[in-house]
């Protein structure tokens, strides 16, 4: 099973502060990586596949990028309905289709 | 405009079963694979169970493996799961998702969700 490390468990930026945010894959996923959002109350939201193709209508400001098993979501300038929970979401090896923990991202 | 909508959660005793539907619109519903996530409370998400566009193959969690069966009728467009034996540790909310074509297997987009308690 691949495991998935997302950190940090919660970040805090300030409106315009550049939100970056982690996941470490325990083998070699190969870029077939998603991150969703998910808002309080709601259903996940794909907005990144392939580690760094973005969903339809996904706003530019969220971008995905790899380094080997690591992976980042870049938001360029948070605004306050980004305020969610963010899963990275492995789909290289599977079943099982793995998850990370979550990072909460709250707006200062 | 793809929707899924489901239904069929509630509350159910342990050793009881429950059985979720998932209604698919606006896609060509067996031409796509579908499948099952679920939420604990306060909790990430857990991958619980994947089927083919045909249903020919499925797919389970360990933890699942034996007490739920994954199923698809492709005439009503509808998704279930037949949750059997149920556990304390079932309790979540249940999302149903459209998985992505090929090589890939991402989920967009995620039914409502409905909520599973099981208790006593």
């Known amino acids: 099973e691949t495991v998935m490390t997302q950190s940090p468990a919660t970040l805090s930026v300030s409106p315009g502060e550049r939100a970056t945010l982690s996941c470490r894959a325990s083998q070699s996923v190969n870029s077939y990586l998603a991150w969703y959002q998910q808002k309080p109350g709601q259903a996940p939201r794909l907005l990144i596949y392939?580690?760094?193709t973005r969903a339809t209508g996904v706003p530019a400001r969220f971008s995905g990028s790899e380094s080997g098993t690591e992976f980042t979501l870049t938001i360029s300038s948070p605004q306050s309905e980004d305020v969610a929970v963010y899963y990275c979401?492995?789909?290289?090896?599977?079943?099982?289709?793995?998850f990370g923990q979550g990072t909460r991202l709250e707006i200062k | 405009e793809v929707q899924l909508l489901q239904s069929g959660g509630g509350l159910v005793q342990p050793g009881g079963s429950l059985r979720l539907s998932c209604a698919a619109s606006g896609f060509t519903f067996n031409d796509y694979g579908m499948t099952w996530v679920r939420q604990a409370p306060g909790k990430g998400l857990e991958w619980v169970s994947g089927i083919s566009g045909s249903g020919g193959n499925t797919y389970y969690a360990d933890s699942v493996k034996g007490r739920f069966s994954i199923s698809r009728d492709n005439s009503k467009n509808t998704l279930y799961m037949q949750m059997n034996n149920l556990r304390a540790e079932d309790t979540a909310v249940y999302y149903c998702?459209?998985?992505?074509?090929?090589?890939?297997?991402?989920?967009?987009?995620w039914g409502q969700g409905t909520p599973v308690t099981v208790s006593s």
């Open positions: 998702a459209k998985v992505s074509r090929g090589r890939d297997y991402f989920f967009d987009p």
């Open positions: 392939g580690a760094s």
């Open positions: 979401q492995q789909y290289n090896r599977w079943p099982p289709i793995t």
